[in-house]
Nanobody
Framework: QVQLVESGGGLVQAGGSLRLSCAASGGTFSSYVMGWFRQAPGKEREFVATITWRGGSTAYADSVKGRFTISRDNAKKTAYLRMNSLKPEDTAVYYC????????????????WGQGTQVTVAS
């Protein structure tokens, strides 16, 4: 089991940037596929990005591809989500997740979740 804590959310103007961090404790961080998901008010949780054990492969939702970058630093036991060119529709609670299974976008394969961090993009 691994514990995850997100940080870095906040209020930003459209077109701005934020970097979210996900600090892990417990477990062996390099054994986990890491992912980011988000949930906007009144909407279902949706996949944002994922990264494999050593960062060799990444995948993104179409809505964020080209604007967001997922990365990880296994020595620091931290995953990141760099968000550029933010849009009001990016407003959501962003969740970090860890999977001890395979790489993918399905939330069901992620076993551990952080508490979420709010990102609000103003027009």
């Amino acid at each position: 089991q691994v514990q995850l804590v997100e940080s870095g959310g906040g209020l930003v103007q459209a077109g701005g940037s934020l970097r979210l961090s996900c600090a892990a404790s417990g477990g062996t961080f390099s054994s986990y596929v890491m992912g980011w998901f988000r949930q906007a008010p009144g909407k279902e949780r949706e996949f944002v990005a994922t990264i494999t054990w050593r960062g060799g492969s990444t995948a993104y939702a179409d809505s964020v591809k080209g604007r967001f970058t997922i990365s990880r630093d296994n020595a620091k036991k931290t995953a990141y989500l760099r968000m550029n060119s933010l849009k009001p529709e990016d407003t959501a609670v962003y969740y970090c997740a860890a999977s001890n299974s395979y790489y993918g976008s399905n939330s069901a394969m992620y076993d551990n979740w952080g508490q979420g961090t709010q990102v609000t993009v103003a027009s």
